[in-house]
């Protein structure tokens, strides 16, 4: 008999790749929610399309009838957490915990939620563990604690096999061009690229950050789909390449694959001396998820070359 996994917030970002990763699986029957109703997508043609909105409780409820794990997409984005405080709480927390009790009553096995290493706080400095004491600053990464600490309340008390992944600064090709995923760094240097035909960083780009392919983000997911409840420990994980690449390495490989692409040979524009700032680097700890048999192959051409040619389509 198939599982059926539920992956909330599916025609977007992180959660049309997961649903597609997901789907290569055997044994497993993907339903992927959207706000508003939609036909199913071209890109995932088995899947089951519902509607959720996870500020009604009548629609939670229906949502998670059936399913055996929910993995939860379903929040506001750094940017638009930033217009309406109040609204951002209501969709990313409370809309969780109302998602999370549904769950509960309805039977779910497993609630994996995506949540960030911004929890972390700004400018991190050494090494980052999941028991580094989260410090966030914004409404993004606040709302995101908030749920993640209700997420891990429940697992403890036995409720639900309870979840939390934090991801680092992830980038990649959506599974269709409506998905508003050009403000990332990564991919917005390629949007850039090949539109303005130059790479101008808005610093030195000596930065070191933890960049995680979207391709990596789904196979991790996947992974944690088909564990054992006593391999998840606190169920708390942090989600990253096992090593840092400076902004300058990352556009020069974008450079690299416009040009092997295009034939086109870019100029990395930065900033003069006196506009340059630089911060101290951090690198996030993934040992955590490597002890459980995941870790990251940061394959970086493969996910850019994607977002090229996605663009050029």
């Known amino acids: 008999m198939k599982r059926r996994v539920l992956v909330t917030g599916g025609f977007g ?6 649903a597609q990763q997901l789907a290569t699986l055997p044994n497993l029957e993907i339903a ?16 089951r399309t519902i509607e959720l909105d996870v500020c009604d409780e009548q629609s939670v409820h229906r949502a998670v009838e059936g399913v055996d794990t929910v993995i939860h997409f379903a929040s506001l984005n750094d940017q638009e957490s930033n217009i309406d405080v109040a609204h951002t709480f209501d969709v990313t927390t409370i809309g969780t915990m ?18 960030t290493v911004h929890v972390y706080g700004r400018n991190l400095v050494g090494r980052v563990t999941e ?3 989260p410090a966030p600053i914004t409404t993004y990464a606040i709302s995101h604690l908030a ?15 309870g979840v939390v992944l934090r991801c680092a600064n992830g980038f990649g090709f959506p599974t269709h061009k409506d998905v508003n995923a050009w403000h990332l760094l990564v991919n917005g240097l390629c949007k850039d690229a090949l539109e303005n035909g130059i790479l101008k960083l808005r610093s030195n780009g000596e930065q070191r950050r933890d960049f ?19 391999q998840l420990g606190d169920g708390i994980f942090n989600l990253g390449p096992s090593v840092s690449t400076s902004v300058f390495e990352m556009a020069e490989r974008i450079a690299n694959m416009v040009e092997q692409i295009t034939g086109a040979r870019l100029a ?26 995941f870790r990251a192959s940061n394959d ?10 996605m663009l050029q389509r």
Not at 13 to 18: C, H, K, Q, V
Not at 268 to 289: A, F, G, N, Y
Request: hydrophobic letters at 40%; one cysteine or more; a negative charge.
């Open 32 to 47: 992927i929610s959207s706000r508003s109703p939609k036909e199913t997508p071209k890109w995932l043609p088995d899947c």
């Open 98 to 115: 109302r998602l999370v009790d549904a769950a509960i009553l309805g039977g779910v096995k497993r609630f994996i939620y995506q949540s």
């Open 268 to 293: 990395i524009e930065r900033p003069m001396e006196d506009e340059i700032h630089t911060q101290d680097s951090s690198q996030i700890d993934v040992s955590k998820l490597s002890a459980i048999g």
């Open 300 to 309: 970086y051409d493969s996910e850019i070359r994607g977002i090229v040619e």
């Open 212 to 230: 995680i392919t979207l391709t990596d983000i789904s196979l991790a997911f996947a992974h944690l789909v088909n564990l054992k409840d006593e």
């Open 147 to 161: 749920a993640e600490h209700y997420v891990s309340a429940v697992a403890a008390q036995g409720k639900i096999s």
């Open 131 to 133: 028991k580094t004491i």
């Open 13 to 18: 970002f992180l959660g049309g790749r997961i």
